[in-house]
C-alpha cells in the first residue's frame, strides 16, 4: 500500500473531535478515549494535545460575553475562541449584550457555530445589516434573537434576516429601532407566523403597523409596545384574536385608558401587565393577573 492510500486511512482531527464528543456527551470521556480516537492516525502527541483542547468549545451550549464593554473586541474573541477556526457545533446560545462588538464578531460566531438558536446583541451600535445577513445565511436555525438598541440596522436588513428565518423564529427584541419600516412590518407578518415574543417598544412604528403584526402573528404569548402611539383599538385587536397572552407591556402608552387596562385584566387572567406611567385610578386587579405599575 502506497503512502498515499495510508493517508487516505488516517482519521482528520475533526474526525477524531466528533468521536470524542460523543463520548463526552453520554458522560463516558476518560483519557483512554482520547487515545482510542487517535490510535489509527499516528499523529503527534502536539496534534492529540491540539484536540484535548477543543473539547471546551465541541461541547459548550452556553457562551455569555455580556456587558463586557471595558474589552476590546478582539480580547473578547480570544476569550470565546473564535476565529481560530476552531468548530462549536454544539453551541445553542450567545449573549453580548452590551459588549461592543461589531460584524467582525458575528463573522467569526456564525463561521464557528452554525447550530446557534439563542443570540443576544442587544445595545451593540456597531453590528451592522452585514451581520444578520451572515446569520441569516449560516445560522439557519436560529430561533430568537435579541436587536435592541442596534442602532446600525436598517429596515431593509432586518427585513431580509426576518425573511431567511422565517417559521423559527419564536423571539424578537427590537427594542428602541427608529428604523423599523413598512419592509419590517410585511416582513413580520408574511413570514414569521410562529413568533411568541415580541418587543417593539421605543420605536417608529405606528398603531396601524402594530395592528397589522397583530392580525398576522397569532402565536403572539408575549407582547412589549411600551412608549408606542396605540389605543383602544390595538387592546380591542388583540382580545380579538388572542386566547391567551403572558405579557404585555403597554407602559406610557398615552392613548391607554384605565378601562383599557381593565379589559386586558378581565380578559387574560393570567396575564402579566407592565403599564407604568398610566392612570390607573378605578382598576381592580384580580387575584390570578399580575398588574405593574
Known sequence: MNKRSLESLVPTIEDGAKKIARVVVVGEYADKNLSNAFSASRRSYSAQNAVRLNLASLLTKKLDLSNNACLSEHELMMLAGFGKGIPFPSLEEVDVQNSNVTDRFIDSLSNAAPNLLRLNLSGNPLVSDSALVMLALRCKSLEEI????????????????????????????????????????????????????????????????????????????????????????????????????????????????????????????????????????????????????
Open 146 to 293: 435579541k436587536l435592541g438598541s442596534c442602532v446600525a440596522l436598517t429596515g431593509r436588513g432586518i427585513a431580509f434576516a426576518l425573511k431567511a428565518f422565517g417559521t423559527k423564529i419564536k423571539s424578537l427584541d427590537l427594542k428602541g429601532l427608529s428604523t423599523l419600516d413598512s419592509l419590517c412590518v410585511t416582513a413580520l407578518c408574511q413570514h414569521c407566523p410562529n413568533l411568541e415574543s415580541l418587543s417593539i417598544s421605543g420605536t417608529c412604528l405606528t398603531e396601524q403597523g402594530v395592528l397589522a403584526i397583530l392580525s398576522q402573528c397569532l402565536s403572539l404569548k408575549r407582547l412589549e409596545v411600551s412608549g408606542l402611539p396605540i389605543s383602544s383599538a390595538t387592546v380591542t385587536r388583540l382580545t380579538a384574536l388572542f386566547n391567551s397572552m403572558e405579557f404585555i407591556d403597554v407602559s406610557f402608552c398615552a392613548d391607554i385608558s384605565a378601562n383599557d387596562i381593565q379589559f386586558l385584566m378581565d380578559s387574560f387572567p393570567f396575564l402579566e401587565l407592565r403599564a407604568f406611567g398610566l392612570d390607573l385610578t378605578g382598576v381592580v386587579q384580580g387575584d390570578s393577573c399580575a398588574l405593574i405599575f
